[in-house]
């Protein structure tokens, strides 16, 4: 989809731009108080936050970005990626907009780069948040996006795909069919379909990424794992796998719920994330 059609029909008032790594990155910032950063996952954008921003925002500064690969930012430049470059990518955003202590959530890939950013810098991270977060990889595991685009023989499906494609992937991520409307289809299409990012996620599921979950233990921060019990691109089990390896964390199972809490359940969710960064 062209960029430009893209943009009118997904920005607002709101969104700003910032020229990082020769790409112009899309992001919001609202709101005022302790930071809150957010990262989204693969197939997603910044505006999967977007219940969550209306309601964080009156309690936090809540700044969220398209990654680079995703949303309105696009491809990288090298269409490379690997977790490292992720990381570094996210800390150059923040030096620049002079963010130098903040709390962080992030949801399946965001999630994974949200731990992986708090073991790099801890001294910047107030409390941690990992809702359905990967991390855990093995060749059995890997939704079903991903399987097509390891395939040679598949892949080509993401020289272009149809909206009912769309729409089946976006049903196996909410379990509540109800929130699956065609605005909701409509928006994950033409992020998707943005020109560059169908051949950014290919790279983005060829980039063998490394597992690093034995570094969870060094993790010293407090840790809220959010998971739907009816995830079906992250098995809820991760969530233990998380528990058990992160030493200061808690879990919060939200039943008949999948992948996405945010924007399945956004008002309890948003609720239990303001109560755990209230505590001290």
Request: hydrophobic share 40%.
């Amino acid at each position: 989809m062209v960029l430009e059609e893209v943009i009118n029909k997904y920005t607002d008032q709101n969104s700003k731009y910032l020229n990082i790594d020769g790409l112009k990155v899309h992001y919001k910032d609202e709101g005022e108080g302790e930071v809150l950063v957010l990262l989204h996952g693969t197939f997603s954008s910044l505006h999967t936050f977007d219940s969550w921003a209306s309601i964080l925002k009156k309690h936090y500064r809540v700044i969220r970005l398209d990654l680079p690969g995703f949303g309105i930012t696009g491809p990288s430049i090298d269409n490379v990626y690997s977790i490292s470059k992720f990381l570094d990518f996210i800390g150059n955003f923040l030096d620049l907009l002079n963010v130098n202590k903040y709390h962080l959530a992030g949801n399946s890939l965001g999630g994974w780069l949200a731990w992986e950013l708090a073991l790099k810098a801890k001294d910047k991270i107030g409390k941690l948040v990992l809702l359905n977060a990967a991390g855990y990889i093995s060749d059995k595991n890997y939704p079903l996006p991903f399987v097509i685009a390891q395939t040679p023989v598949l892949r080509n499906v993401f020289n272009y795909i149809p909206k009912a494609v769309v729409r089946r992937f976006i049903r196996q991520v909410f379990n509540d069919q109800t929130v699956v409307t065609d605005e909701l289809v409509e928006r994950y299409y033409c992020l998707i379909q943005r020109e560059g990012n169908l051949n950014a996620f290919i790279s983005i599921a060829n980039s063998n990424l490394k597992q690093n979950t034995q570094s969870l233990n060094y993790l010293d921060v407090p840790v809220l794992i959010m998971w739907g019990d009816k995830d079906r691109w992250i098995s809820p089990e991760h969530a233990l796998f998380f528990k058990n390896d992160i030493p200061n964390s808690r879990v919060l199972i939200y039943k008949d719920v999948g992948h996405v809490p945010m924007e399945e359940i956004p008002e309890k969710s948003a609720n239990d994330l303001i109560d755990f960064l209230v505590e001290k």
